[in-house]
């Protein structure tokens, strides 16, 4: 659970964490590499904490995006928003971390599927998908991307506090974190190392129907409980335009507003909508940049609001 830890597949599957009384004293700490150092350390805050301090003090927007709903178009809008940011201004820097331990899609969803992450000596080197353009996954450690990741909270913690504590990202504008659906491991995790090191705050991805908006309003409860700013809301597969007849249907139909509503009830940001294209399905499957390749497309050209939104939030709290 160190920085020492070579490898994170050496992290005990049952491991107690470095906070807990019986840090390096539990049974499962045996023949662990960091058993002597949790079990010497005071059980106290975390010492992670500080070193993800330091380790993103280079980086400027650190944004986890989060949904309540599972498959809501999350990862997608993650990929989406940072081949925008990236797009926009080839000056900055901009990296996506796909916390999401158990299911990775960024490596497939980025087109860096096969790619692997080499160590240096000043830490794990991500994967550049471009120049300005860099992605860190749990999917890139996987001997195969159909290996299933069963782990428990606190090895799920382990692994989120070594990408975050020993990537070497370099300078950054924009960190953008995919996380899991929901509140979980993941999510008190990534709160906890990220509570010293300035976390801009969060975006929260979420379909029209009310079924999504209902845990969406949990996201954002969960975000006040923990303090983190929301910086906005994207509803994302809004309309499907037919690429036929051009009629446009909704497919989730917003039966209570849909999400810029709530937003106004909340008093949240709506960054904007994105329509459901098809097209957009197929690129994401085969990794292919459509912002590049489709500037025209709908989808593109209300992601380029959004994201002229999202930066005009994240700068506010520069000043
Ligand atoms: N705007 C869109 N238009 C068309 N297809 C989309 C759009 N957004 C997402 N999708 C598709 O919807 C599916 C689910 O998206 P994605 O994997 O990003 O969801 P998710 O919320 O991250 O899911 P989970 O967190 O449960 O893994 C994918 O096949 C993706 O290509």
């Given at each position: 659970m160190a920085s020492t830890v070579e490898n994170p597949t050496n992290i005990p599957e049952h491991c107690p964490g470095t906070d807990s009384a019986n840090a390096g004293k539990a049974s499962a700490c045996a023949g662990c590499p960091n058993q002597q150092i949790c079990a010497s350390g005071p059980a106290g805050p975390d010492p992670g904490i500080q070193l993800v301090k330091e380790r993103l003090e280079q980086v400027r927007n650190k944004v986890l995006v989060l949904s309540g709903k599972g498959g809501v178009g999350k990862s997608t809008v993650t990929a989406m928003l940072s081949r925008s940011l990236a797009a926009r201004d080839k000056d900055s820097n901009v990296a996506v971390l796909d916390i999401d331990i158990c299911g990775p899609s960024q490596p497939r969803v980025m087109g860096v599927l096969n790619e692997q992450v080499h160590q240096s000596g000043s830490g794990w080197s991500p994967v550049y998908v471009d120049d300005n353009l860099s992605v860190m996954s749990i999917g890139f450690l996987l001997s195969s991307p159909d290996d299933a990741v069963i782990w428990r909270g606190p090895k799920k913690n382990g692994m989120i506090r070594q990408f975050l504590s020993e990537v070497?990202?370099?300078?950054?504008d924009y960190l953008l974190m995919d996380t899991p659906p929901g509140t979980s491991d993941e999510h008190l995790s990534a709160s906890t190392y990220l509570s010293q090191a300035g976390l801009t705050g969060a975006v929260i991805v979420t379909t029209p129907q009310e079924v999504a908006l209902l845990d969406v309003r949990k996201e954002i409860d969960f975000c006040k409980k923990v303090k983190i700013r929301v910086l906005g809301v994207v509803e994302n597969m809004s309309i499907f335009v037919c690429p036929c007849c051009k009629r446009l249907s909704e497919i989730f139909p917003a039966t209570t507003g849909g999400a810029k509503k709530m937003c106004e009830e909340l008093n949240v940001p709506f960054l904007g909508s994105l329509p459901l294209d098809p097209t957009v399905a197929r690129y994401c499957d085969e990794g292919k940049d459509f912002i590049s390749e489709l500037p025209n497309s709908p989808v593109v050209q209300a992601l380029g609001e959004i994201v002229k939104k999202l930066v005009t939030v994240c700068e506010s709290r520069e000043e």
């Open positions: 070497d990202w370099g300078n950054l």
